[in-house]
């Protein structure tokens, strides 16, 4: 079971070792010097906690979603569709089917299908105005609504199919109370959907429920699509920083571990895209 | 004859400009909800009409730079109408281009923001140096001629030069780079796009000198066999290029390359490869320019089956590139018409492209009244 003592950096033996990659030479020799003098204060760590900020705060959030769990009951598509209030035609995280085979050797295989967040996006070097981009502090992959001209030519780049456009489109509901409620993404920034004004005209992605995040980063509360599986088969936590693949949806759960005990593919692994959203067979 | 023929050029032209009114209206008014394509095909007769009209431009300018850098006598006469050409249908392709992003208002963040990773920001920038390079030489064109003035229009030609060929491969580059899709990522892209704007670039101008030359006489004709030459030249290597494209993979044989072909030549739009592109906008106007060498009409209607069906290629780029779903099942994911697989373009599409070639028939029309295009460009006094 990983611990809070455990190091964070994959491979990294000692914490010096730790903090030397992530914050480089020069940046630990200031910050053991800081701690030989404060030395009288307090432990180490603690001094880390009050003079690296940004160590703490260097997550990779990812997903490990167990198919063998997965039922196929389309529930994180729809928690997601309500949690983003998205339009017709944008979908996060739809549940792909195939039928394999003929009676009476019929299969049937489905996995649920948010943005992989890769980590060499080819999605984000396309974009002729860096409107989308990997975020440096946790590795979401977002849109910036209001830069994003709605090219298109991301979704072309992204290999998984895991962008849309908004075409400006309604549900029926859109007239009724419903379309009264603002969308929290991008914590309720872009609010109640107005004609022709951003996201309409944009390309749209899962984001992870950033909304869901406090100030520091930390998630208030799991994404939708993994709250809601009632399988509990969509795992979500962070692969870096203090947690180390702790799962932020199941207590006592951490996405390493399971990594570790089943086996696991990521899709079209071949490309290099290093996705961070894992399935276990 | 000929007052019957502009009467009727009137009327079609008429009626283009008004059907491409009501695309115009309906765009600003309902934006891309009466487009067809979707989020899995997500580009479509737009981005097709661009690549086609900038490949237009660019084949046209390299063409007239054979009068303004490499000095090529016989084709003197041409220059302007090539330098005309490549304007026109440069400001077309912008226009497309222009009502295919989400937002219209938005499109000078390119300029603001550029993002030098992407190859379209380089597209961009590069297409706006030879949009302004392109204005000043067609400014010098029309001037009295001087000795300092052909020395200019010669340097701006031959800047002009490795430009087209670096934007227009850039246009098939920001294809070409797509690693996601196979039907694009080849090396060979960026090169057809190239062979491609000259081959139809140069039938575009074989057909306006062939069928609407002011003077039909000797030099004319001559003119005419030159141009037919060089289209049909143009034609073969592009086809070859072509061959080099589709054989490769399908030989090769392994699905993940063969998908998107396999679409273009058996789908169900095979006709617009078969019919449209080999049938008639190539072995009849090889057989046409071959079969009748000295018949400046037939050689003008084998430019304009080249020309105008060359627009069978550009939509056959960019559609089955996209119409062969990312990830096996993802288009039947969802029930919703812009999550499928399949891209028809819609009457609203059309009818915005009918405004694009309505202005760019206008402009042309313009032109022909308000500048000598049909007059080689003044030679300085010797
Ligand atoms: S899944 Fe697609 S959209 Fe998401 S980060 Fe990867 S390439 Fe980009
Ligand atoms: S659609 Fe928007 S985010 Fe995507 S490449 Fe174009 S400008 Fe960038």
Redesign the interface.
Known sequence: MPTETETPVKGAATLEEVVNRQLGRRAFLKLTGLGVFTAAAGSLPAVLEAATPKLRTQRRYGMVIDLKRCVNCKAC?IACKLENKTP????YN?????EIGEYPYVQRRWFP?PCFHCDKP?CT???????TYKRKEDGIVIVDYD???????C???????A???????NYPAHTTAYGQVPSPEFQGEYGLRR??K?P????RKCTFCLHLQDAQGRYTRPPACSETCMAKAIHFGDFASESNGGCITHEGCNLKRLLVEHRWIR?KEE?GTEPSVYYTL | MSERCGKWGWRVWGILAILGAIGVFQRFA????L?AY???V??GLWVAAYIYFVGLSAGAFLLSSLVYVFKVKALESIGRLALVTAVITLFMALVSIWF????ME??W??F????F?????WM?WMYTAYFLLLLVELRLAFQPGSLKRDRLLSLLGSVGVPLAIAFHGGVGA?FA?????PYWHTGLFPILFLSGALTSGGALLLAVVALRWPEKDESHGRLVRLLSKITLGLLLFDLLLEWAEVSVPLWGGTAYHTEGLKLMLFGPFWWVFWIFHLFLGSLVPIWLLVRFPTDTQKAGWAGALIAVLFMSVRLNIVIPG?AV??????D???L????TASYVPSLHEWLVLAFVVALGLGMFGASRKFLNLYEKTAEAPR
């Open positions: 598509t017709p035609g944008v979908v739809p549940v792909i089917e195939e299908k080819p070097g396309v974009c002729p105005v860096t409107a830069k994003c001209i709605g090219c298109r030519y979704i072309t780049a992204c290999p998984y199919g962008r849309f456009f908004d075409f400006g489109e004609e022709g951003s309409v005209g944009n390309v899709l490309l | 309902f934006g891309h909800q487009a979707g989020s899995l997500p580009w295919d992003i989400g937002h938005r499109f963040y390119v603001l923001r550029p993002n990773r992407s190859m379209m920001a961009i920001l780079v797509v690693g996601a899709r996209l779903p990312i990830l096996p099942g993802l039947q994911a969802v919703n018409p812009r999550l």
